[in-house]
């Protein structure tokens, strides 16, 4: 057993980073994300690990570089946050179309305007439909272990897709946590050598990133679409894996005293942790009210969502960003289109929370609790609210 | 449309969209977009190769008598070729 130690959360991500063996880095600095690229070049400065740490002069150049890199068959890495996502934004596509196993870890932070450089999921959600198997975190333990874990379902045989691992900026990339890191032998036997499907190569000459008109782009379309949906078998596996070699359990959608429950909470990322303290508290009370994690955006976890919310009666949906103008939250019109052709569904409340950083302690997860259990919940079905906004 | 040189199935799209076979960009004859073509008056040209220099395809070449011409399987018909052509020795004529 690897002994634990204390370490902000961002530098523990690139030490994890620093135990997969990756051939090169580019990263550029970005609040909160600066502390996983600098860490990662100190790294590299050190001669801790053999890789090449490219400093670029922009988020675009960032994942252009990696894309480059991962074409000739490097193992890649890098990271970065809101409006950094936001220029890395016209590349992403190209990198899942490329189907290239690059791994992006990300700070998550609020877009701009106004600026904010604190935590919600403003800048993920825009990313969503690129083609990125996208995964969330709830605190410092899992991002290290998504990190590693990341490399292995990207590069797979079945997979070969980028996968990005979010990971709530501040609220876990800057907190100071007891982390366990694995023993760098069982990540070596956990995480093989890359074994690309092409490489670019003098010798071997061959054509990435072609042009596709009409006549090709549809099928090119349907293959990335099924290559997305299949890549969950691997992702399963390869959580499988990691629970019988490190002893701790990774599913899509995690769950916390949902069993019997009436009402169901869905949270994404680092809150989770925060609404289990009012679980626990509702559940004293004698309130039936469960917990249910999102922690696989993409591919979504239909059926698992399926399974357990169908069981519930009322669903209280937790969103960190806005789709304006549209149905709410991004997380609740997902669940929505789920259950859509469910026979029994449940009532579903959606709060949109936490934006720009604002804080949403346990007292606020109860209160939201405690409104949908109440009689006139009915009246706030198909809608959204802002949760605590100030009202004239 | 030009004619379809690859799989049809999503299934046998390559990973990644790779071409695996060098050189096949040669087999789109970009040529069918073309709506104009250059035609060469000899008795003007030069031969001072501006229209070669300048075409973005690549498809003007040289002749054995030092005179040029497009390639039409590629020739887009842009009509750069003739624009920078300043004897005005080349000009654009309606396909078809």
Known sequence: ?392 | MTKRMGPDPWQEITTGCVVLRPGSASEYHTGSWRAQRPVWNNQKCIKCGICYVFCPEGCVAQTEDGYFKADMDYCKGCGICAHECWPRAIAMVEEG
């Not at chain 1, 960032?62 to 890649?76: L, N």
């Not at chain 1, 009322?314 to 469910?342: M, N, Q, W």
């Not at chain 1, 949908?372 to 004239?392: C, I």
Request: aromatic share 8%.
């Open chain 1, 1 to 392: 057993m690897a002994k634990r130690v204390g370490m902000e959360v961002a530098i523990a991500v690139a030490e994890a980073v620093g135990q997969c063996n990756i051939d090169m880095a580019a990263v550029y600095p970005i609040t909160p994300q600066s502390h996983i690229g600098e860490h990662l070049s100190d790294l590299v400065a050190d001669g801790r690990i053999d890789a090449e740490f490219v400093t670029v002069e922009s988020e675009h150049s960032a994942i252009s570089a990696v894309i480059g890199a991962s074409g000739t068959g490097a193992r890649v890495y890098t990271a970065t946050s809101s409006q950094g996502l936001m220029l890395m934004h016209e590349i992403l596509p190209i990198a899942s179309a490329m189907r290239l196993p690059i791994v992006m870890g990300i700070a998550n932070r609020a877009v701009s305007g106004p600026l904010n450089i604190l935590n919600d999921h403003s800048d993920i959600i825009p990313q969503r439909d690129s083609g990125w198997i996208s995964i969330f975190v709830e605190n410092g333990q899992e991002a290290i272990d998504v990190s590693i874990q990341a490399f292995k379902i990207a590069e797979h045989k079945d997979v070969n897709l980028p996968v990005c691992v979010n990971i709530d900026g501040f609220q876990l990339t800057h907190m100071v946590e007891p982390l366990e890191f694995p023993d760098q032998a069982l990540v070596d036997k956990f995480l093989p050598p890359r074994v690309p499907y092409a490489t670019l190569h003098p010798d071997k000459p061959l054509t990435m990133g072609a042009f596709a008109m009409s006549d090709y782009f549809t099928e090119i379309m349907k293959a990335k679409d099924e290559a997305l949906k299949n890549s969950k078998k691997t992702i399963l596996a390869v959580w499988d894996e990691w629970a019988q070699m490190f002893g701790r359990v990774y599913k899509p959608v995690e769950t916390y005293k949902a069993e019997g429950a009436e009402i169901l909470v869905v949270t994404m990322g680092s809150m989770g942790e925060t609404a289990e303290i009012a679980i626990d508290e509702l559940r004293a009370a004698g309130v039936a009210v469960g917990l249910v994690k999102l922690r696989l955006w993409r591919p979504f976890p239909f059926a698992e969502i399926r399974e357990l919310l169908t069981k519930a009666k009322k669903v209280l949906v937790t969103d960190r960003a806005v789709s304006f103008g549209g149905p709410g939250g991004p997380v609740c019109g997902e669940i929505k289109a789920a259950l859509y052709h469910e026979a029994s569904r449940p009532a579903i409340y959606n709060y949109i929370i936490g934006l720009g950083g604002r804080d949403v302690p346990v007292t606020d997860f109860i209160a939201m609790v405690s409104k949908v259990a109440g009689e006139d919940a009915a009246k706030v079905v198909d809608t959204y609210e802002f949760l605590g906004v100030r009202e004239q």
